[in-house]
């Protein structure tokens, strides 16, 4: 392999010929040979927004020459479009800042901002510290660049996919509304309900999942930016974080704001945390629905069976015929994931001592994962099962007549114990609540057959 010498304040040292990082990216990547786990890409593309933007913040303040913040400008947006992917190398588990990420992204930039430069003939050049880095540190860009992947993520990725479930299930609930069939507590019988009520619970609670995100996501569009090294703003124009908020803003189409205090904003990592937790109670809900649709269609001939879903591929090596609920399965091992993403997170998060947290890479990573995994299971599950849920009428039919809870239409009229006497003696008889009601002497026909009406108990009365 072909190498170019680079050096840093710690002396030179080679660096692959055909790569653009600089010297204090190949330490990072010779000192931390730990684990698989890459840098998010959204990390990367979050820097190169924040780097596009501090430049422009300093040239209008008179800082940086306005050549120089053509050439970061260019670089990033070269970064943006995912041209330089190969260019980032470095894991997550390095310092705890992610100070060597910073200077990865500010030393691509530089070399890809120099090459620019030289073609336009230019004898301006750049410098990762001193230009691509001005008026920033490690510690205020990294947890900024973690909360405009974040906020990215939530509302481009994770809520219109929230909202594609979100509107299938109310079909289903529509379509459903007048499917009488039996309700379920404790895994036992209960009261009857519709199969169009028992969607708008799982509807519901995507609604309500919906509107905790996008509510914890204004507190992560607080911006560290400006506060560098410990949130004193050392080395920083005063005007320089709002600057910065704007040009970010005017970019992505979101609203990011300074956040008023930096040294909260270095040390604390608690509107991730929030908003994390929001996520967390979306996979809660998630495993609940994803639990009930493969109870609801399980069989098919020796479980509940009240609800078909698509048959996508073979679910046995040895079984011919077997389909199971794989769409189900995923989706509830994504929120088992997310649970233990939410322990590392609020964990980590609070770890921050002094004037800084270090475990920001760990808590990028975790929540960028949820976002995606989240988002990911939800369009399939959508596409490969919840548009296809189906009622089985028959199964439906039979479970609701066969049910003793029908009795808890009888209270009004002969009181809780003599409908617990009813339902006890079918139970014991095998035989159907009418016929035991009439044999108790508790009822007539006519009048079990008037105050037993499964679709009228569906709601109040």
Request: net charge negative.
């Given at each position: 392999?072909?190498?170019r010498?680079e050096k840093?304040?710690?002396g030179e040292?080679?660096?692959?010929a055909d790569?653009y990082?600089?010297?204090q990216t190949q330490?990072s ?5 730990i684990?698989?786990e890459?840098?998010p890409?959204?990390?990367i593309k979050?820097f ?5 933007s501090?430049?422009?913040a ?5 800082l940086?020459?306005?050549k120089k913040a053509e ?17 980032f190398?470095l894991v ?6 992610g100070?060597?990420?910073n200077m990865n992204?500010?030393e691509?930039?530089a070399?890809v901002?120099n090459k ?8 301006v050049?750049l410098h990762?510290n001193?230009?691509?880095n ?10 900024t660049a973690?909360?405009?992947?974040s906020?990215?993520e939530l509302?481009?990725t ?6 594609t479930?979100?509107n299938t299930l109310k079909?289903?609930m ?6 009488v069939k039996?309700g379920r507590?404790?895994?036992?019988d209960a009261?009857p309900l ?6 708008s619970?799982w ?5 309500k999942s919906?509107?905790?995100i ?6 992560v569009?607080e ?6 090294a410990v949130g004193t703003?050392l ?13 970010i803003?005017d970019?992505?189409g979101?609203t990011?704001?300074?956040?008023a205090n ?5 040390t604390?990592?608690?509107?991730t945390?929030y ?9 809660a809900?998630?495993?609940?629905i ?9 069989g098919p001939?020796?479980g509940?069976?009240e609800i078909t879903?698509?048959a ?8 011919p015929?077997k ?6 399965e995923?989706?509830t ?7 233990g ?16 947290n270090?475990?920001k890479?760990i808590?990028a990573?975790n929540f960028?994962q949820s976002c995606?995994l989240?988002a990911?299971?939800m369009?399939?599950?959508?596409e ?11 199964q ?6 066969d049910s003793?809870?029908?009795v808890?239409?009888?209270n009004?009229?002969i009181g809780?114990?003599n409908a ?6 079918a139970f014991?008889?095998n035989a159907t609540l009418k016929?035991?009601?009439v ?6 026909a006519?009048?079990?057959d008037?105050?037993?009406d499964p679709?009228?108990?569906?709601h109040?009365k």
């Amino acid at each position: 392999m072909d190498y170019r010498v680079e050096k840093d304040t710690l002396g030179e040292i080679n660096v692959p010929a055909d790569k653009y990082w600089g010297a204090q990216t190949q330490r990072s990547k010779q000192n931390f040979p730990i684990g698989n786990e890459k840098m998010p890409t959204e990390i990367i593309k979050a820097f190169a927004i924040l780097k596009q933007s501090a430049a422009k913040a300093n040239s209008e303040l008179g800082l940086l020459d306005n050549k120089k913040a053509e050439a970061i400008e260019y670089a990033a947006g070269q970064i943006i479009e995912g041209k330089l992917h190969d260019h980032f190398p470095l894991v997550v588990w390095q310092t705890g800042s992610g100070t060597q990420s910073n200077m990865n992204v500010n030393e691509v930039i530089a070399f890809v901002g120099n090459k620019w430069l030289q073609e336009q003939g230019s004898d301006v050049v750049l410098h990762p510290n001193d230009d691509v880095n001005k008026s920033q540190s490690s510690n205020d860009t990294y947890p900024t660049a973690m909360h405009i992947a974040s906020v990215l993520e939530l509302e481009d990725t994770v809520v219109p996919a929230l909202i594609t479930l979100k509107n299938t299930l109310k079909e289903k609930m529509n379509a459903f509304k007048d499917i009488v069939k039996i309700g379920r507590t404790h895994l036992q019988d209960a009261t009857p309900l519709t199969l169009g009520q028992e969607i708008s619970g799982w509807h519901s609670m995507l609604v309500k999942s919906e509107a905790m995100i996008k509510e914890s996501t204004q507190h992560v569009k607080e911006l560290a930016i400006g506060g560098t090294a410990v949130g004193t703003g050392l080395n920083a124009h005063p005007e320089f974080s709002e600057r910065v908020c704007k040009a970010i803003s005017d970019f992505t189409g979101k609203t990011f704001i300074s956040s008023a205090n930096k040294f909260h904003a270095l040390t604390s990592h608690d509107e991730t945390v929030y908003a994390h937790g929001a996520l967390k109670a979306l996979a809660a809900d998630l495993m609940k629905i994803a639990n009930d649709v493969r109870w609801l269609a399980s069989g098919p001939r020796c479980g509940i069976g009240e609800i078909t879903i698509p048959a996508n591929e073979p679910g046995s090596s040895i079984m011919p015929g077997k389909v199971n609920p794989t769409q189900s399965e995923a989706v509830t091992m994504v929120a088992a994931q997310v649970m233990g993403n939410d322990a590392s997170i609020g964990f980590a998060a609070s770890q921050g001592n002094f004037e800084l947290n270090v475990f920001k890479p760990i808590i990028a990573y975790n929540f960028l994962q949820s976002c995606q995994l989240l988002a990911d299971s939800m369009l399939s599950f959508d596409e490969r099962c919840a548009q296809g849920i189906e009622p089985n009428h028959e199964q439906i039919e039979k479970n609701l007549n066969d049910s003793l809870m029908l009795v808890t239409a009888l209270n009004p009229h002969i009181g809780y114990e003599n409908a617990a006497k009813i339902a006890k003696q079918a139970f014991a008889d095998n035989a159907t609540l009418k016929e035991t009601a009439v044999k108790l002497d508790l009822l007539t026909a006519e009048e079990f057959d008037q105050y037993v009406d499964p679709k009228e108990m569906t709601h109040p009365k």
